[in-house]
């Protein structure tokens, strides 16, 4: 009677056995591709195991066949009279249900039937509860009928934020359900989903394990990091935070290449796409002062100042001397890595131990070196005396010091009190300031602070008046113009004294931004992505 039960609960009562012949299971698949007959039930109960599992030389899945899974399924259904029969073709059809990605497949008629299976358990799940023998797989479904619907996993979200795992072995344990099923990928995304309802101090304790539980499931990596990424962005107060910084970084790629800004785009948008720039950016700042030094000594002094101008900083390459450029040891090797495409090798007789950082701000590219005896180069970024793509460049005064060179603006040195000439230098050159005030602010909220509804300049010279929806349009205020743009980080233009016009460069996709300026007067030109007023 001992190995009678037994036998029966290894026959119908747990979820987990198939049947052990995964030879009959490929042979019975196959022979029902290829005959379109459902000769037996043996054959039938194999074929229901078998439902999503890749078959032959072209990897067939019988679920992603529209007329034979249907006729599968009739015939299933057919055996209702037979309890133990339809039964074991139910748990044969569930295993299928849980190891294919319905979700995600990319055949249409797969997805399609696998909506139209979980109908099919769906409709049968309580009645199978009810059945005698009582099978424990059969009321687990039943408790955790919300398998079975849309959000499959969002009633389990409250106990995975609190810690409680008890649901995972619970489903593993009565529902058979393994770690490579999509139903683990929901329970991930629903922990993330769950995370980015709680208020800002909750979610930032989150981020840390649920980066290290995505580590675990790379297929979620980019859908669960990009949950991430936008919620953290919505924070109030928003330091930087390496782990996301580091794993978007390593999945999507440097944002700063043209190549990768698509994905980065699509998948958490603008705006937080460029709060992950900002965060490299003070990174390979911290890196050239700290790491990049000729002499290997922290320069504390030059790495707080730039970093004063990190949001002002549109792109930025390293030229590299042999030293740096060859060096295996792990800090090289990350750095080039991720400034791949924006790093070249400097060349010079004396150049093996020196770098240079080339900083883009408005239409210059500010140059520091190293080595602490050279000064600070200025170019115009439309007329430089090398390319910001080629592999190479001379750090000598063929390249980047060339002083004869007509894009070269001027050069500033590290004298004493160098960091007031140098902030005057970049208003002067770029109309960039200092951004330490700002660091933390959201743009969004920081543009309720700040109106452009100008007031007259005392300043004549540089106001003009003209007239915008007929009617009359107060004078541009530059000291609140040059506020606003310091606080989300754009540039403008000033040519009216040369009969031109004001020009903010910044584009028309950002609606808070835009409105400020619209009913400021600006105009946007979609030719040069950018908004303009006399």
């Known amino acids: 009677m001992a ?8 026959e119908f009562g747990d979820i987990a ?8 299971i490929e042979s019975a698949v196959q022979s029902y591709l290829n005959t379109r007959e459902l000769n037996t039930f043996r054959d039938i109960k194999y074929i ?20 034979l899974f249907t006729d599968l399924l009739k015939t299933v259904e057919h055996l209702q009279p037979e309890p133990r029969k339809f039964r074991r073709c139910y748990q044969g059809l569930l295993k299928s249900y849980f190891n294919y990605r319905g979700y995600a497949s990319e055949l249409a008629t797969g997805g399609k039937n696998w909506l139209i299976l979980r109908d099919f358990l769906a409709q049968h799940c309580k009645a199978l509860a009810k059945q005698k023998p009582v099978m424990d797989w059969a009321q687990a479904l039943y408790q955790h009928k919300n398998l079975l619907a849309d959000a499959p996993c969002k009633p389990y979200a409250k106990a995975l934020l609190a810690g409680d795992l008890t649901v995972v072995d619970e489903l593993k344990n009565r529902l058979g359900i393994d770690d ?24 930032m304790q989150q981020i840390s394990p649920l980066l290290q539980l995505l580590e675990k499931h790379t297929l979620l990596i980019t859908k669960g990091l990009a949950l991430l990424l936008r919620r953290y962005e919505a924070c109030v107060n928003r330091p930087e935070h390496h782990g996301l910084r580091d794993t978007a970084l390593r999945e999507w790629k440097s944002p700063w290449m043209e190549a990768n800004k698509p994905m980065w785009h699509a998948q ?75 790093c070249m090798r400097l060349e010079g007789s004396n150049q093996n131990y020196d ?4 900083m883009k701000i408005g239409n210059f590219v500010f140059i520091e070196f190293g080595k602490q005896n050279n000064a600070c180069h200025v170019f115009s970024f439309n007329n430089l005396p090398f390319a910001t793509g080629q592999t190479s460049v001379s ?18 040195s590290h004298f004493d009190g160098w960091q007031q000439e140098f902030a005057k230098s970049l208003l002067r050159y770029a109309n960039a300031s200092p951004m330490e005030n700002h660091a933390h602010q959201s743009p969004f909220s920081a543009s309720k602070r700040i109106s452009l509804s100008f007031s007259p300049s005392q300043n004549s010279k540089l106001t003009a008046e003209s007239s ?7 004078p541009i205020d530059l000291n609140k113009l040059r506020e606003f743009c310091a606080i989300h980080n754009l540039h403008f233009d000033d040519h009216r004294n040369l009969g031109g016009a004001v020009w903010v460069r910044t584009s028309d996709k950002q609606p808070t931004i835009a409105d400020a300026l619209r009913n400021a007067g600006f105009q946007y030109q979609q030719t040069k992505n950018a908004w303009w007023r006399v």
């Open 3 to 10: 190995l009678s039960a037994q036998a029966l609960q290894r």
């Open 17 to 24: 056995s198939a049947p052990a012949e995964l030879h009959s």
């Open 48 to 67: 229901c195991f078998g439902v999503s599992s890749p078959y032959g030389a072209e990897s067939t899945r019988l679920i992603e066949h529209e007329e």
């Open 180 to 203: 490579d099923t999509w139903v683990m990928d929901e329970l991930v995304l629903a922990h993330i989903h769950a995370s980015t309802a709680l208020k800002d101090a909750e979610f």
């Open 268 to 342: 958490i948008g603008e705006t937080a796409t460029n709060m992950v720039k900002l965060w490299l950016t003070k990174q390979h700042i911290k890196d050239f002062f700290e790491l990049l030094q000729a002499d290997r000594q922290a320069d504390t002094q030059r790495m707080e100042f730039w970093l004063q101008y990190a949001e002002a900083i549109e792109d930025f390459w390293l030229a590299l001397g042999n030293f740096s450029f060859y060096n295996q040891q792990t800090d090289y090797k990350r750095i080039r890595k991720q400034m791949e495409g924006h």
């Open 355 to 358: 770098n240079a950082f080339l």
């Open 395 to 412: 750090g000598t005064q063929s390249g980047l010091k060339n002083t004869r060179h007509p894009g070269w603006q001027g050069k500033l």
């Open 468 to 474: 915008h929806s007929d009617n009359q349009l107060k």
